[in-house]
């Protein structure tokens, strides 16, 4: 059996990206996820698996030393916080264009502008809407625990080849640099050239006894095969939605009130319907795993069964978009969050949905 | 069994390390562990709190707004977390930097000379582990064993050598507590 440690969540990824077999990280330090580029640098895996780990000059030149490294069909990966993440958007958006994979990981803090080094979910509409210019999606997944920094890192560059397409792992500053338990993923080799050569013939790798040249690009002047590029890119996009939306229920079997919340706020929220539950409130927890593509069919479903969804987020208010078009205005969804890093506990939770629901309380 | 701690003081003081000793004692004793810091972007001055659960059933928040213990190292801490501790809860601090002693009755109030027990000792740097050890014998958290693993996990290999005084300060940190 695996060891059980105790780590960070941004030292769990860094260890995760190690036994994943990721070829290469570029990134660039920044509070709070400064962790995962030292906790890499110390356990230095370019002596062990070979894997390339570079501080950049800067995090637009991290983001495009992990362009040139997916071209050539290299599993590679960055980090980064909100105003980091911000300057690297010009890159996610050639990588998407590109059809190349790639993971992305954003601590998100307190914004707008430097903000604070404090948690944050105010990055919900760049991750999930965009972030750079064009039309394209990244997959995006919310980890809630150490354990999940740790798993995501796996999955989520299995994902980004799988489909061809960058996927983030939207972290908050919470689950970056809190310790609980953790077992790390096991071992697997990197792969080898001749295996790149083979599962990505799309790879950019030299043309060997290839008879075309492979060429990435994001570039296309004329608008007819632009339109092309668009179409092959939004029928992945319906794939994905089609296939990857996931999300944890809690206490939602009787649940005559949901709370909806992503990331850490997730948990803290479960403390607070717990609290509530032994006042007799039954109000149930979704938390979206994945905030693109979003869970929508199942928060569809709850919509049908309680009185009304609160959502729970780290900033003005974003979330609770997706939510509401989910339920389709049909039961009242209203929001509760804190901006600028400020965590609430979970009693301001509990006033927060009794001030929403004070019905609720009379039942 | 649950014990939710928040422990609390300056930055430089040690009680981030303490929390993560702590922690790290509970993971060798097979418990659930969270640890939450909560702190500026100073090394030293400006607040600095850490929020550590220990618990056999899966922990659903590391963020909390009561704690069954409070650990206070100084002032503004006592200030902002003396309302926090439940009813029945346990309160322990340092009175060497405290100007308003704790007001509450219906908590366990348990002074700790840990800032005199460090000059006896002759290491500044022994502080926070005389008051771990007063947490460990106030509230009978986690078996001698387990925290000394926990100590050995967190510090460097280099500094291993200090282990036995680090014991002895726990040793003294739970004299301290009648």
Same mark, same amino acid.
């Given at each position: 059996?695996?060891?059980?440690?105790?780590?960070?969540?941004?030292?769990?990824?860094?260890?995760?990206?190690?036994?994943?077999?990721?070829?290469?990280?570029?990134?660039?330090?920044?509070?709070? *996820?400064?962790?995962?580029?030292?906790? $890499?640098?110390?356990?230095? @895996?370019? /002596? %062990?698996?070979?894997? &390339?780990?570079? #501080?950049?000059?800067?995090?637009?030149?991290?983001?495009?030393?992990?362009?040139?490294?997916?071209?050539?069909?290299?599993?590679?990966?960055?980090?980064?916080?909100?105003?980091?993440?911000?300057?690297?958007?010009?890159?996610?958006?050639?990588?998407?264009?590109?059809?190349?994979?790639?993971?992305?990981?954003?601590?998100?803090?307190?914004?707008?502008?430097?903000?604070?080094?404090?948690?944050?979910?105010?990055?919900?509409?760049?991750?999930?809407?965009?972030?750079?210019?064009?039309?394209?999606?990244?997959?995006?997944?919310?980890?809630?625990?150490?354990?999940?920094?740790?798993?995501?890192?796996?999955?989520?560059?299995?994902?980004?080849?799988?489909?061809?397409?960058?996927?983030?792992?939207?972290?908050?500053?919470?689950?970056? *640099?809190?310790?609980?338990?953790?077992? $790390?993923?096991?071992?697997? @080799?990197? /792969? %080898?050239?001749?295996? &790149?050569?083979? #599962?990505?013939?799309?790879?950019?790798?030299?043309?060997?006894?290839?008879?075309?040249?492979?060429?990435?690009?994001?570039?296309?002047?004329?608008?007819?095969?632009?339109?092309?590029?668009?179409?092959?890119?939004?029928?992945?996009?319906?794939?994905?939605?089609?296939?990857?939306?996931?999300?944890?229920?809690?206490?939602?079997?009787?649940?005559?009130?949901?709370?909806?919340?992503?990331?850490?706020?997730?948990?803290?929220?479960?403390?607070?319907?717990?609290?509530?539950?032994?006042?007799?409130?039954?109000?149930?927890?979704?938390?979206?795993?994945?905030?693109?593509?979003?869970?929508?069919?199942?928060?569809?479903?709850?919509?049908?069964?309680?009185?009304?969804?609160?959502?729970?987020?780290?900033?003005?208010?974003?979330?609770?978009?997706?939510?509401?078009?989910?339920?389709?205005?049909?039961?009242?969804?209203?929001?509760?969050?804190?901006?600028?890093?400020?965590?609430?506990?979970?009693?301001?939770?509990?006033?927060?949905?009794?001030?929403?629901?004070?019905?609720?309380?009379?039942? | 069994?649950?014990?939710?701690?928040?422990?609390?003081?300056?930055?430089?003081?040690?009680?981030?390390?303490?929390?993560?000793?702590?922690?790290?004692?509970?993971?060798?004793?097979?418990?659930?562990?969270?640890?939450?810091?909560?702190?500026?972007?100073?090394?030293?001055?400006?607040?600095?709190?850490?929020?550590?659960?220990?618990?056999?059933?899966?922990?659903?928040?590391?963020?909390?707004?009561?704690?069954?213990?409070?650990?206070?190292?100084?002032?503004?801490?006592?200030?902002?977390?003396?309302?926090?501790?439940?009813?029945?809860?346990?309160?322990?601090?340092?009175?060497?930097?405290?100007?308003?002693?704790?007001?509450?009755?219906?908590?366990?109030?348990?002074?700790?000379?840990?800032?005199?027990?460090?000059?006896?000792?002759?290491?500044?740097?022994?502080?926070?582990?005389?008051?771990?050890?007063?947490?460990?014998?106030?509230?009978?958290?986690?078996?001698?064993?387990?925290?000394?693993?926990?100590?050995?996990?967190?510090?460097?290999?280099?500094?291993?050598?200090?282990?036995?005084?680090?014991?002895?300060?726990?040793?003294?940190?739970?004299?301290?507590?009648?």
């Amino acid at each position: 059996m695996e060891e059980v440690k105790l780590m960070k969540g941004n030292e769990a990824i860094a260890h995760a990206a190690i036994r994943a077999g990721i070829d290469g990280y570029f990134g660039y330090p920044i509070t709070p *996820q400064s962790e995962v580029l030292e906790t $890499l640098e110390a356990e230095m @895996p370019w /002596r %062990t698996t070979g894997m &390339v780990v570079l #501080q950049a000059e800067s995090e637009v030149a991290a983001i495009n030393m992990v362009y040139g490294g997916a071209a050539a069909g290299k599993a590679v990966m960055t980090s980064s916080s909100s105003p980091g993440i911000s300057l690297k958007q010009e890159g996610i958006s050639y990588i998407a264009a590109a059809e190349l994979p790639a993971l992305i990981v954003n601590v998100m803090r307190g914004g707008p502008g430097l903000g604070t080094i404090q948690p944050s979910q105010a990055d919900y509409f760049q991750a999930t809407k965009g972030g750079g210019h064009g039309d394209y999606h990244l997959i995006v997944l919310s980890p809630a625990s150490v354990q999940e920094m740790a798993d995501f890192v796996v999955e989520g560059i299995d994902l980004s080849f799988k489909y061809r397409t960058p996927v983030m792992i939207l972290a908050d500053g919470v689950v970056g *640099q809190m310790m609980e338990k953790v077992v $790390l993923p096991p071992f697997r @080799p990197r /792969r %080898t050239d001749e295996q &790149v050569r083979e #599962q990505c013939p799309w790879a950019a790798m030299g043309k060997g006894d290839r008879k075309h040249r492979n060429i990435v690009t994001s570039l296309e002047l004329d608008p007819a095969p632009m339109e092309v590029n668009n179409e092959r890119l939004q029928a992945t996009y319906k794939r994905i939605a089609e296939n990857e939306a996931r999300c944890k229920e809690f206490y939602t079997d009787d649940a005559e009130y949901l709370i909806v919340a992503f990331g850490s706020i997730a948990r803290i929220s479960l403390k607070a319907i717990e609290e509530m539950r032994e006042m007799g409130i039954k109000v149930g927890l979704l938390r979206p795993v994945t905030l693109w593509p979003f869970p929508t069919k199942e928060i569809e479903r709850l919509s049908k069964q309680v009185k009304g969804i609160l959502t729970v987020e780290l900033n003005a208010g974003q979330m609770i978009e997706d939510v509401k078009l989910a339920a389709e205005c049909k039961i009242p969804v209203h929001h509760f969050g804190r901006m600028g890093g400020i965590v609430p506990n979970p009693g301001e939770i509990t006033h927060a949905f009794l001030s929403a629901f004070p019905e609720a309380k009379q039942n | 069994m649950k014990e939710e701690i928040i422990i609390a003081g300056f930055g430089g003081q040690g009680v981030l390390s303490m929390g993560k000793i702590l922690a790290y004692a509970g993971l060798m004793d097979n418990l659930e562990v969270t640890w939450m810091p909560a702190y500026g972007p100073e090394q030293r001055g400006g607040t600095a709190n850490v929020t550590v659960i220990l618990s056999d059933e899966p922990i659903s928040s590391p963020v909390l707004d009561k704690y069954d213990t409070a650990v206070i190292l100084n002032q503004q801490s006592l200030d902002k977390f003396e309302s926090k501790v439940k009813p029945g809860g346990t309160l322990i601090y340092d009175p060497y930097s405290i100007h308003h002693a704790p007001e509450r009755t219906d908590i366990t109030v348990i002074p700790v000379e840990a800032m005199e027990a460090t000059f006896e000792l002759g290491n500044s740097k022994t502080y926070n582990m005389i008051l771990l050890g007063a947490l460990l014998k106030a509230r009978n958290l986690l078996p001698d064993e387990a925290v000394i693993r926990g100590l050995k996990k967190t510090l460097p290999e280099r500094h291993h050598h200090l282990i036995p005084l680090n014991q002895q300060a726990i040793d003294k940190g739970r004299d301290l507590v009648k």
